[in-house]
């Protein structure tokens, strides 16, 4: 039956407008003499109109329920011309603004796809697809766009390696739109830049605040964490108002990093006069991950508007590869969002690369009992 399962997918939609139709058809064949009901035939261009159709098809069940009023009608309806008339224009009418109106939708949904495809397009050129291994640390990534912005909005992350070790940013500009899409290319530009010459996280976290504070308005403000992964040495976390990361096991235990109180965001440190103090970053071991994200992830928000429990769900979808974790929770929030998220999301997960132990030097000498370091026989 390997046919049945490789089978086209039908849409029964399509059938419902010849559906009405016939039931139409048959109520006026059945009715007494004198009775009719060809007066809902105007309804069924209505009906092709109103699911997700071409423009062809709703002139098509026009073409076939006219055909089917003047069948119907004409011996129906005998010497009255006016009422057959009035019944054909109707359906005639009613079919042409219904076509009008699938193909003005149709354009639109074209219109939107393209725009989609731009934005994805301007998206990735500001968000480089993170390297999948980068120095000693394994990277994967999940964006979700919100579809409501057409795919634009402020979430934004990097993962580099300098001579300072592997540095990361997650964070999330303020708003969206456009002006998100440009604040958030001017950040990760800046970042980019600094990963390379700044040797502290917190030297790069003044620097990139005074960045936007000369470039940004007064209101504007981007919440950001800056890790830091050197080869030899602890990590490091500066979290600049941005959701704390999550440490996962695969034993199932979730725990938040944050043992160190946020900065103000950048852009709003120097206001504070804040110092953006630095942390200890707990790395995972023996297969664990460390989850980043934005607030579009656990702000979402589900019918009742309850928050989307990311420790919880996360726990429960553990896994030891990290894309089979980001598949699992990406569709989790986005049946808890109702299919539809409030707000761009970002998922970053970070793995360290296994340390091999150290090799032991070979001894060349010759060890009791290995013949193959015994001189043969009459030698």
């Not at 050197?230 to 938040?256: I, K, M, R, V, Y």
């Amino acid at each position: 039956m390997a046919w049945i399962r490789h089978s086209p997918r039908v849409d029964l939609a399509a059938f419902v407008p010849l559906a009405a139709l016939l039931v139409v058809a048959a109520a006026d064949v059945c009715l007494p003499d004198g009775g009719s009901v060809l007066g809902l035939l105007i309804a069924v261009p209505v009906l092709a109109g109103l699911r997700p159709s071409s423009g062809r098809f709703v002139a098509a069940t026009g073409v076939a329920t006219l055909a089917t009023a003047g069948v119907l009608g004409v011996p129906a309806l005998g010497d009255d011309a006016v009422r057959f008339a009035a019944l054909a224009g109707g359906v005639l009418g009613t079919t042409a603004m219904m076509a009008v109106a699938t193909r003005r939708r149709e354009r639109s949904d074209h219109a939107q796809a393209d725009l989609r495809a731009i934005t994805d397009t301007m998206r990735r050129a500001v968000m480089r697809p993170a390297p999948h291994r980068t120095g000693g640390v394994r990277t994967r990534v999940r964006y979700l766009a919100d579809a409501a912005e057409a795919g634009l909005g402020g979430d934004l992350y990097a993962v580099m390696e300098t001579a300072y070790g592997v540095r990361v940013i997650v964070g999330d500009v303020r708003g969206k739109g456009l002006d998100a899409v440009e604040q958030s290319a001017d950040v990760l530009g800046a970042f980019r830049e600094l990963a390379h010459n700044e040797p502290t996280l917190t030297g790069m976290a003044l620097r990139l605040d005074g960045f936007l504070a000369r470039r940004a308005d007064a209101e504007d403000f981007v919440t950001a964490l800056l890790l830091q992964i050197p080869p030899d040495a602890p990590a490091e976390l500066l979290n600049c108002g941005h959701p704390p990361p999550l440490l996962l096991s695969l034993d199932g235990a979730a725990t938040f990093v944050d043992a160190l109180p946020p900065a103000p965001p950048l852009g709003l440190v120097a206001l504070a006069g804040d110092p953006c103090p630095t942390g200890r970053l707990p790395l995972p071991s023996g297969g664990g991950h460390l989850l980043l994200y934005t607030d579009g992830v656990t702000e979402s928000r589900d019918r009742s508007g309850r928050f989307y429990p990311l420790a919880e769900r996360a726990a429960a979808l553990v896994h030891p590869d990290p894309d089979v974790l980001l598949d699992a929770l990406q569709a989790d929030l986005q049946s808890h969002a109702g299919g539809r998220l409030q707000d761009d999301a970002a998922l970053l997960v970070l793995n360290l690369d296994p340390v091999p132990p150290p090799r032991q030097p070979s001894d060349p000498r010759p060890r009791r009992g290995d013949r193959a370091h015994e001189p043969a026989d009459g030698c």
